[in-house]
């Protein structure tokens, strides 16, 4: 299964949602891609819940998982807190609860 796969089965539809987002905020391709696995990531990371589901303790889990044990970069990960922001604000639709940003 491939990440956008994981994320259409997490809810069906999703991807259509992000890349309509994507396209609705004139982003390139590079940044879709990246958006696109970032968010993929999250789900796979989670067994496929539904994003819907997941609240802001999740997120921060993935992001301290990314810095921990992956070892990102500060940058890879602001990149991938950008990614959920977007996905939850502009995709699903969700209020910002708090602007997650790596330390």
């Not at 991807?15 to 309509?20: A, D, I, T």
């Not at 990314?66 to 604000?89: C, G, H, M, P, V």
Request: no cysteine; net charge neutral.
């Amino acid at each position: 299964m491939n990440m956008t796969e994981a994320l259409e089965q997490s809810q069906p539809g999703l991807v259509g949602r992000v890349n309509e987002a994507i396209r609705e905020h004139q982003l390139n391709l590079r940044a879709e891609q990246t958006y696109l696995h970032w968010i993929s990531r999250f789900v796979l990371f989670h067994g496929l819940k539904n994003p819907e589901q997941l609240a802001t303790d999740d997120r921060l889990q993935f992001l301290s998982y990314l810095e921990d044990r992956i070892k990102l970069s500060r940058a890879r990960l602001n990149q991938a807190s950008q990614a959920l922001t977007f996905f939850y604000e502009d995709v699903l639709g969700k209020a910002a609860e708090s602007r997650i940003v790596a330390a």
